[in-house]
């Protein structure tokens, strides 16, 4: 899925092999960022994250996003920021 037109597309293969992982869009409508989350991979469990660049149609490993804890299958819940925190 290309955030930037909307219009699904196949994706490349991860930098790290995974599964059992979130995958979430985050940002505004005119910068959205497609991340992949935490999981399974080949040393266990993981909390890192890679992101989709929209450009090059490449993922790349990221540090900005991760999570607390190693984790696979785990339930997540975007929400707007606004929902949850006071002006």
Known sequence: YVCSSRIPVAGGDLNLDRSLFGLVTIGTAESQKLIAIGGYGTMGYLDDSE??????????????YSLYRKRRSFGYLLVAASSVCSE
Do not use: C, G, P, Y
Request: proline share 0%; hydrophobic share 20%.
């Open 51 to 64: 992101e989709w660049n929209d450009v090059t149609q490449k993922w790349k490993s990221t540090t900005r």
